[in-house]
């Protein structure tokens, strides 16, 4: 195989490793870790990672030569194992990167461990948990160590070989958490045979269970003394196996996750098993590898002293490794080879140097591996960009089109993007006439595009449309009764062509794709692509053709739908189905009826069965009635279709319901009255044209209107007017003058109905107001009792009209008397009464008060108030408190009297306090008295202390702006700044 660069590279890491404590014996790697084993029991640690060494001498204290067999590292690198073999005895040993000195483990004495398999899921630095050890002697043992005791916790023997007894070579074992415990999985080799242990609860559970029982194994032929067996771990999980034994590489995949049960009871875990011979190697049948390390795609085989890289899935030989040793050792061959699962190194190692095997993207050229195979999936899976894919896409795809497989094919080329191109390809299956497979391969090169490929993908989908419509034509060809047959493959294609559609309708263009759906005659994938893209009047123009009015108002029902559609198509709809139409405008109430009136008018042009619905009738109802709709027009329309109704009755409630009641400055009814006379008179509606007249307040028209169909009409109507006395009474004459023409019966017959009439008017009328409207020739006699009666009733209105004037004469009079006793009233004051105002006394003799030209004091008493509360007020005092306590403008008017009656002067007063004497009468009162007069109206209508001034004075401030006192009422911030704490004693 040709490589751009090798794969797998060796370089030398250390020449003399050993530093000369013996030769290299053994090798365990881990986390970057080196631990070898020397001829002279020596082990030697190198640790990479943090660039440091120490070497432990084992052979102390032993005699004779020692020999470090075998030492083991765990994946982190903290925990080491080493057997030490010489002089027919041999020691297990136990350390720990912490520890300056081992622990021989003395229970295993005697005893040659050559495997062990650690537990990668749980071991931790400070614990190494459950530990199986392999011996020669074909036993297994358990042990853990935790590293805090300095000693081993336990060693527990697990199993040993009973059939056949060989030494256990190589170990592995893996674990699993599952509901009810931990899942153990060990795989076990020999030089022969490999063995696999499962089972859940302990170690000890585990193979306990094997007692008496046979034990899985696979035996090889052959036998090698070097037999391994190795886990190619990859987070931290075993996703292979090899085991190097006497007939080749056994290898395969390791599946823990779902196990199937094997014939002999165990459940086994391997699967895709395959056998690399050595033959495979190219030296020979009887040379077979020395050692064995395991990549993720390869084996390094070590055959003398190179390494054979051999591709674990093709089984060929992709590379050989050469070492750089010295001739000494080369002499005498590579020892073996150990992996860092952890690091993903290799390394091997002769008696005296160390070789790091590096890897350098092993898997780049899998795809190609797998490609040869023809293992699709895996190739697909290992590809690293576009090209290789579509290498892969392209073997597939001309395997299924040599095949004739076309339709296969197609979904593979469609996943083409570079190796060939899209006309190449079409043209392929253009060639050989396979529009089916063309239609998948356009279908399926939809789905792989990008979005950014809006011109690619609107030209894909066109032909692919073309291809559909296409076929349905070919396939109406083929077999007539395809349209009738449900589950034909025509159905079935249109099933399918309406899912594309619905899939493609963003992208495909609309004028274009309508055009092609015309051209082919599909009218319903027409109707079913223009609801897609929201061409309702293209839906709703198909269904009206056909007659199918509910589907058409389906479509219009959609929220989407622009309601103009509604009026569009409202005439033809509802002549189709008016039931339905009315139905679904009622459920939309977003509707102006005003647009919907010519679709109306031509229902209702319409002749229309006696016992049918009206349904525009019934629409208009609902407008007026629960949209509360106030267009003139709607009820213009619907009081013509009242008009036009045999039965007045649904036009007279029309007429009487007051539709703008209770809104404010809004009319009582929005028809015109106008227009609903005309039309009530050109249908010959008398009464509804009484009740129009009544509501133009025309109420002579209606009374006559009325007379002539109903008399008891023209009643109502007279009793209407109230407000108009006159009115009312002309048109009861009227009334009066039919009724009593219309009589036919004798002629005293006639005047006891008019005299009855009369009753009925609630003395509105008299007889004498009906006399005329009776014959010439009529007697007097037969007027008797009615004029009588009236003189009656005359005379009762006159008697109480004196009773009337009676009252009148008597409350006058009282009256009078009430004026003259005010003239006399007094008041009794003692002597210590006080001012109100002043608080001095109000008969002071002293002279203190100043007499001022308003008032003029008898003696040297001061003029003063008394009200019937008892409070009593100087004048002066009064006149000062209410002009301050009242409103400005009534201080304003109280002031300008008294300046007035300043001016006047002090003319002569009659009685004190401006009252009058008892018999001088109210005309001869003079201009001062009556100016004195409005000003005590003003001062003294009430009481200051007690009357509306007191409850004013609430709203008034205590303290007034022009007073003094003002500042120290003002509330001022306090400057914290300045504050003093106080303390008070109390």
Same mark, same amino acid.
């Given at each position: 195989?040709?490589?751009?660069?090798?794969?797998?590279?060796?370089?030398?890491?250390?020449?003399?490793?050993?530093?000369?404590?013996?030769?290299?014996?053994?090798?365990?790697?881990?986390?970057?870790?080196?631990?070898?084993?020397?001829?002279?029991?020596?082990?030697?640690?190198?640790?990479?990672?943090?660039?440091?060494?120490? &070497?432990?001498?084992?052979?102390?204290?032993?005699?004779?030569?020692?020999?470090?067999?075998?030492?083991?590292?765990?994946?982190?690198?903290?925990?080491?194992?080493?057997?030490?073999?010489?002089?027919?005895?041999? &020691?297990?040993?136990?350390?720990?990167?912490?520890?300056?000195?081992?622990?021989?483990?003395?229970?295993?004495?005697?005893?040659?461990?050559?495997?062990?398999?650690?537990?990668?899921?749980?071991?931790?630095?400070?614990? #190494?948990?459950?530990?199986?050890? !392999?011996?020669?002697?074909?036993?297994?043992?358990?042990?853990?160590?935790?590293?805090?005791?300095?000693?081993?916790?336990?060693?527990?023997?697990?199993?040993?070989?009973?059939?056949?007894?060989?030494?256990?070579?190589?170990?592995?074992?893996?674990?699993?958490?599952?509901? @009810? !415990?931990?899942?153990?999985?060990?795989?076990?080799?020999?030089?022969?045979?490999?063995?696999?242990?499962?089972?859940?609860?302990?170690?000890?559970?585990?193979?306990?269970?094997?007692?008496?029982?046979?034990?899985?194994?696979?035996?090889?032929?052959?036998?090698?003394?070097?037999?391994?067996?190795?886990?190619?771990?990859?987070?931290?999980?075993?996703?292979?196996?090899?085991?190097?034994?006497?007939?080749?590489?056994?290898?395969?995949?390791?599946?823990?996750?779902?196990?199937?049960?094997?014939?002999?009871?165990?459940?086994?875990?391997?699967?895709?098993?395959?056998?690399?011979?050595?033959?495979?190697?190219?030296?020979?049948?009887?040379?077979?590898?020395?050692?064995?390390?395991?990549? /993720?795609?390869?084996?390094?085989?070590?055959?003398?002293?190179?390494?054979?890289?051999?591709?674990?899935?093709?089984?060929?030989?992709?590379?050989?490794?050469?070492? %750089?040793?010295?001739?000494?050792?080369?002499?005498?061959?590579?020892?073996?080879?150990?992996?860092?699962?952890?690091?993903?190194?290799?390394?091997? =190692? +002769?008696?005296?140097?160390?070789?790091?095997?590096?890897?350098?993207?092993?898997?780049? &050229?899998?795809?190609?591996?797998?490609?040869?195979?023809?293992?699709?999936?895996?190739?697909?899976?290992?590809?690293?960009?576009?090209?290789?894919?579509?290498?892969? =896409?392209?073997?597939?795809?001309?395997?299924?089109?040599?095949?004739? +497989?076309?339709?296969?094919?197609?979904?593979?080329?469609?996943?083409?993007?570079?190796?060939?191109?899209?006309?190449?390809?079409?043209?392929?299956?253009?060639?050989?006439?396979?529009?089916?497979?063309?239609?998948?391969?356009?279908?399926?090169?939809?789905?792989?595009?990008?979005?950014?490929?809006?011109?690619?993908?609107?030209?894909?989908?066109?032909?692919?449309?073309?291809?559909?419509?296409?076929?349905?034509?070919?396939?109406?060809?083929?077999?007539?009764?395809?349209?009738? @047959?449900?589950?034909?493959?025509?159905?079935?294609?249109?099933?399918?062509?309406?899912?594309?559609?619905?899939?493609?309708?963003?992208?495909?263009?609309?004028?274009?794709?309508? $055009?092609?759906?015309?051209?082919?005659?599909?009218?319903?994938?027409?109707?079913?692509?223009?609801?897609?893209?929201?061409?309702?009047?293209?839906?709703?123009?198909?269904?009206?053709?056909?007659?199918?009015?509910?589907?058409?108002?389906?479509?219009?029902?959609?929220?989407?739908?622009?309601?103009?559609?509604?009026?569009?198509?409202?005439?033809?709809?509802?002549?189709?189905?008016?039931?339905?139409?009315?139905?679904?405008?009622? *459920?939309?109430?977003?509707?102006?009826?005003?647009?919907?009136?010519?679709?109306?008018?031509?229902?209702?042009?319409?002749?229309?069965?006696?016992?049918?619905?009206?349904?525009?009738?019934?629409?208009?109802?609902?407008?007026?009635?629960?949209?509360?709709?106030? &267009?003139?027009?709607?009820?213009?329309?619907?009081?013509?279709?009242?008009?036009?109704? /045999?039965?007045?009755?649904?036009?007279?409630?029309?007429?009487?319901?007051?539709?703008?009641?209770?809104?404010?400055?809004?009319?009582?009814?929005? =028809?015109?009255?106008?227009?609903?006379?005309?039309?009530?008179?050109?249908?010959?509606?008398?009464?509804?044209?009484?009740?129009?007249?009544?509501?133009?307040?025309?109420?002579?028209?209606?009374?006559?209107?009325?007379?002539?169909?109903?008399?008891?009409?023209?009643?109502?109507?007279?009793?209407?007017?109230? +407000?108009?006395?006159?009115?009312?009474?002309?048109?009861?004459?009227?009334?009066?003058?039919?009724?009593? !023409?219309?009589?036919?019966?004798?002629?005293?017959?006639?005047?006891?109905?008019?005299?009855?009439?009369?009753?009925?008017? %609630?003395?509105?009328?008299?007889?004498?107001?009906?006399?005329?409207?009776?014959?010439?020739?009529?007697?007097?006699?037969?007027?008797?009792?009615?004029?009588?009666?009236?003189?009656?009733?005359?005379?009762?209105?006159?008697?109480?009209?004196?009773?009337?004037?009676?009252?009148?004469?008597?409350?006058?009079? @009282?009256?009078? @008397?009430?004026?003259?006793?005010?003239?006399?009233?007094?008041?009794?004051?003692?002597?210590?009464?006080?001012?109100?105002?002043?608080?001095? $006394?109000?008969?002071?003799?002293?002279?203190?008060?100043?007499?001022?030209?308003?008032?003029?004091?008898?003696?040297?008493?001061?003029?003063?108030?008394?009200?019937?509360?008892?409070?009593?007020?100087?004048?002066?005092?009064? *006149?000062?408190?209410?002009?301050?306590?009242?409103?400005?403008?009534?201080?304003?008017?109280?002031?300008?009297?008294?300046?007035?009656? #300043?001016?006047?002067?002090?003319?002569?007063?009659?009685?004190?306090?401006?009252?009058?004497? /008892?018999?001088?009468?109210?005309?001869?009162?003079?201009?001062?008295?009556?100016?004195?007069?409005?000003?005590?109206?003003?001062?003294?209508?009430?009481?200051?202390?007690?009357?509306?001034?007191?409850?004013?004075?609430?709203?008034?401030?205590?303290?007034?702006?022009?007073?003094?006192?003002?500042?120290?009422?003002?509330?001022?911030?306090?400057?914290?700044?300045?504050?003093?704490?106080?303390?008070?004693?109390?």
């Amino acid at each position: 195989m040709e490589q751009r660069r090798q794969v797998f590279s060796v370089d030398l890491l250390e020449r003399y490793a050993a530093k000369g404590r013996g030769e290299i014996t053994c090798m365990a790697a881990g986390n970057d870790v080196i631990v070898l084993g020397t001829s002279k029991g020596w082990i030697i640690r190198h640790d990479f990672g943090v660039g440091d060494s120490f &070497d432990i001498d084992l052979s102390a204290g032993r005699p004779g030569e020692q020999s470090i067999h075998r030492v083991f590292v765990d994946p982190g690198g903290s925990h080491c194992i080493a057997v030490v073999v010489g002089n027919g005895t041999s &020691d297990t040993f136990y350390t720990h990167a912490k520890w300056t000195k081992p622990r021989v483990l003395s229970k295993l004495k005697g005893l040659v461990v050559n495997a062990v398999a650690w537990n990668r899921q749980h071991i931790a630095e400070a614990s #190494t948990r459950e530990v199986i050890l !392999g011996t020669d002697n074909g036993q297994l043992h358990e042990i853990a160590v935790d590293e805090k005791d300095k000693k081993e916790k336990y060693i527990k023997f697990l199993f040993e070989l009973s059939e056949l007894s060989e030494a256990f070579t190589g170990l592995q074992m893996e674990t699993a958490s599952i509901n @009810n !415990g931990t899942r153990y999985y060990v795989m076990a080799v020999t030089p022969t045979r490999l063995y696999s242990f499962t089972g859940i609860g302990s170690l000890d559970s585990v193979f306990a269970s094997y007692v008496g029982r046979a034990v899985h194994f696979m035996e090889l032929p052959g036998e090698i003394p070097n037999s391994e067996l190795h886990f190619f771990i990859k987070q931290r999980r075993a996703i292979h196996f090899a085991w190097l034994s006497g007939a080749g590489i056994y290898h395969g995949g390791l599946n823990f996750g779902a196990q199937r049960s094997s014939p002999n009871g165990d459940e086994n875990f391997v699967e895709n098993k395959a056998l690399l011979d050595y033959s495979k190697l190219g030296e020979g049948a009887s040379v077979k590898p020395s050692s064995l390390a395991v990549s /993720e795609f390869h084996f390094l085989l070590l055959v003398r002293n190179k390494v054979k890289v051999v591709n674990r899935i093709s089984e060929l030989i992709v590379e050989e490794l050469y070492f %750089d040793q010295t001739p000494d050792a080369a002499s005498r061959s590579v020892i073996g080879l150990c992996s860092d699962a952890s690091a993903g190194l290799f390394y091997a =190692y +002769d008696q005296s140097s160390i070789f790091q095997v590096s890897v350098n993207d092993e898997g780049r &050229d899998m795809w190609k591996v797998y490609l040869d195979l023809k293992e699709y999936a895996a190739a697909l899976s290992n590809c690293r960009d576009t090209i290789q894919r579509d290498q892969v =896409y392209l073997v597939q795809a001309e395997d299924a089109f040599n095949t004739k +497989d076309f339709v296969r094919a197609a979904s593979f080329y469609a996943k083409i993007n570079y190796v060939l191109s899209f006309e190449e390809i079409t043209l392929k299956f253009i060639s050989i006439g396979e529009q089916d497979a063309l239609k998948t391969f356009l279908l399926r090169k939809l789905d792989n595009l990008a979005k950014d490929d809006k011109c690619q993908i609107t030209m894909i989908s066109t032909w692919a449309t073309e291809l559909y419509l296409d076929k349905m034509n070919r396939l109406l060809l083929e077999d007539d009764t395809a349209s009738e @047959n449900s589950s034909s493959e025509y159905q079935s294609i249109i099933k399918e062509f309406c899912a594309f559609l619905s899939d493609s309708k963003d992208v495909l263009d609309e004028a274009t794709t309508i $055009k092609l759906l015309e051209s082919y005659g599909r009218v319903d994938e027409l109707v079913f692509f223009a609801s897609l893209k929201e061409q309702h009047e293209i839906v709703v123009h198909h269904y009206i053709q056909l007659g199918e009015a509910k589907k058409a108002l389906q479509v219009l029902q959609k929220l989407n739908v622009p309601i103009d559609l509604q009026y569009k198509y409202a005439p033809d709809l509802i002549m189709l189905d008016a039931y339905e139409t009315v139905e679904s405008w009622m *459920i939309r109430k977003d509707l102006n009826p005003r647009k919907l009136i010519p679709a109306m008018m031509r229902y209702s042009s319409e002749s229309h069965s006696k016992n049918e619905t009206h349904e525009v009738i019934k629409y208009l109802e609902y407008c007026v009635h629960r949209l509360q709709n106030e &267009d003139p027009s709607v009820h213009n329309l619907l009081l013509s279709l009242y008009a036009k109704q /045999e039965d007045e009755s649904a036009l007279l409630r029309f007429l009487q319901c007051k539709f703008g009641k209770g809104r404010p400055n809004g009319p009582e009814f929005f =028809y015109d009255p106008k227009y609903a006379l005309r039309l009530c008179l050109k249908e010959k509606r008398m009464r509804a044209c009484v009740h129009i007249y009544s509501m133009m307040s025309m109420h002579e028209e209606a009374v006559a209107l009325a007379l002539q169909v109903d008399p008891e009409l023209a009643m109502a109507e007279a009793d209407k007017v109230e +407000d108009d006395e006159d009115l009312r009474k002309k048109l009861w004459l009227m009334i009066a003058k039919h009724v009593i !023409g219309q009589e036919k019966g004798t002629k005293r017959e006639n005047i006891r109905k008019a005299i009855a009439f009369l009753k009925e008017t %609630d003395g509105l009328l008299k007889i004498e107001d009906i006399l005329p409207f009776f014959p010439d020739f009529a007697l007097i006699d037969d007027f008797k009792e009615a004029i009588c009666s009236s003189l009656e009733d005359y005379n009762e209105q006159i008697e109480k009209l004196k009773e009337k004037m009676n009252d009148a004469t008597r409350g006058a009079d @009282n009256i009078r @008397n009430d004026i003259s006793a005010l003239a006399q009233r007094y008041a009794i004051i003692d002597r210590d009464e006080e001012c109100g105002v002043c608080r001095k $006394k109000i008969l002071n003799m002293t002279g203190s008060y100043p007499m001022t030209g308003v008032y003029t004091s008898v003696g040297s008493m001061a003029p003063f108030y008394v009200f019937p509360c008892g409070h009593s007020f100087h004048a002066q005092c009064l *006149i000062a408190h209410v002009t301050k306590c009242t409103t400005e403008a009534q201080a304003e008017y109280i002031l300008d009297l008294q300046k007035q009656l #300043t001016l006047l002067g002090n003319g002569s007063r009659k009685e004190m306090n401006g009252s009058l004497s /008892e018999v001088e009468p109210i005309t001869s009162m003079t201009a001062g008295d009556k100016i004195r007069s409005q000003l005590d109206d003003a001062i003294a209508s009430e009481c200051p202390f007690c009357g509306d001034l007191m409850i004013r004075e609430i709203s008034l401030p205590f303290v007034l702006p022009e007073e003094t006192e003002v500042a120290s009422w003002e509330i001022k911030p306090t400057n914290l700044g300045n504050q003093k704490s106080v303390s008070l004693t109390v």
